[in-house]
């Protein structure tokens, strides 16, 4: 089956760091870009972070950039998010998600077709 | 960056109603970098079509996709009571991927 399994979430101070972790199987890890997303308590989704199967690429959101850092360990199947100077508006549920490629008829189309439950970060004093 | 753009905020209707989502995006873009995900309460989202028109895998032919340029639309055809949800479009631009603010699907 495949599946992505978050981990790390909890309770963190302003200005703390936490670190996430994103299990996958059931699929081969290491040829497929990652991201994640994330959701606060009642809002839609924001994607953070996108990272290609090698971490040659990565983006961030403007919201992100220059505290959070992706990595990776595909020997490990698994995908990192460290969390540095961490505010209040971090808190949220944090995703997952595989980064599929599809071509049809010479076309190719991209989506996130495979998602984590997600883990729950709260920053508040 | 291209921002997208959801209405109506939330849809109330009952079941067996067709339910029609708007995603309007704030410069055109290209149709094959749009995506549409439902996520139901509690639960993660889960992709519903890709490419503006294509359903993803096991989805039920009562969701279809359409649009191009700036203006796509989500369609459920016969709403059932399981279509209680929120749903998203997503951009895969080339250096980013927003997300639309959402559409919520009330089923009456």
């Known amino acids: 089956e495949v599946q992505l399994v978050e981990s790390g979430g909890g309770l963190v101070q302003p200005g703390g760091s936490l670190r996430l972790s994103c299990a996958a199987s059931g699929f081969k890890f290491s040829t497929y870009s990652m991201n994640w997303v994330r959701q606060a308590p009642g809002k839609g989704l924001e994607w953070i972070v996108y990272t290609s199967s090698s971490t040659t690429t990565t983006f961030y959101a403007d919201s992100v950039r220059g505290r959070f850092t992706v990595s990776r360990d595909n020997a490990k199947n698994s995908l990192y998010l460290q969390m540095n100077s961490l505010r209040d508006e971090d808190t949220a549920v944090y995703y997952c998600?595989?980064?599929?490629?599809?071509?049809?008829?010479?076309?190719?189309?991209?989506?996130?077709?495979?998602w984590g439950q997600g883990t729950t970060v709260t920053v508040s004093s | 960056e291209i921002v997208l753009t959801q209405s109506p905020g939330t849809l109330s209707l009952s079941p067996g109603e067709r339910a029609t989502l708007s995603c309007r995006a704030s410069q055109s873009l290209n149709s094959n970098f749009l995506a549409w995900y439902q996520q139901r309460p509690g639960q993660a989202p889960r992709l519903l079509i890709f490419g503006a028109s294509n359903r993803a895998t096991d989805i039920p032919d009562r969701f279809s996709g359409s649009g191009s340029g700036t203006d796509f639309t989500l369609t459920i055809g016969r709403l059932e009571p399981e279509d209680c949800a929120v749903y998203y479009c997503q951009h895969y631009g080339s250096s980013y991927r927003p997300f639309g603010g959402g559409t919520k699907v009330e089923i009456k």
């Open positions: 998600a595989r980064d599929e490629q599809w071509l049809v008829r010479s076309v190719f189309y991209y989506a996130m077709d495979v």
